[in-house]
């Protein structure tokens, strides 16, 4: 089992030596630049939850269509929602391992990652 964890160096510091001392057998820094899904990011959801409430969209989700949030893998019914969960994922945890085992029970799964790297 893994877990990926952010904070500044000093609290990861501090993490990383308790973690040692509580028998982790490996510890690994990633190199990130920006802190995703981290409460650090709180600003930058809320702006964009204001863009997104400006843009038009049709109100409900088309036939066929199933969404579902990167935060916690529940489905996702109206786009509204649909764009509360995709501002808010901006400073939230993912929940990749939820989100994978809700893709994993369908027949057919498409992934449209919205990140910014990839608009």
Request: hydrophobic letters at 50%.
């Amino acid at each position: 089992m893994g877990f990926v964890v952010g904070g500044t160096v000093a609290v990861l510091q501090t993490l990383e030596e308790e973690a040692v001392r509580s028998g982790a057998e490996r510890i690994v820094r990633l190199k990130v630049h920006v802190a995703s899904h981290t409460p650090r990011l709180a600003n930058a959801s809320a702006a964009f939850a204001s863009s997104l409430a400006k843009a038009a969209i049709c109100p409900e989700v088309p036939s066929g269509i199933l969404l579902f949030s990167c935060i916690d893998g529940a489905s996702v019914l109206d786009l509204t929602s649909a764009q509360i969960k995709l501002a808010d994922q901006i400073s939230h945890t993912v929940e990749w391992a939820r989100c994978l085992r809700v893709a994993g029970r369908l027949a057919q799964v498409h992934f449209w990652n919205s990140a910014p790297d990839t608009l």
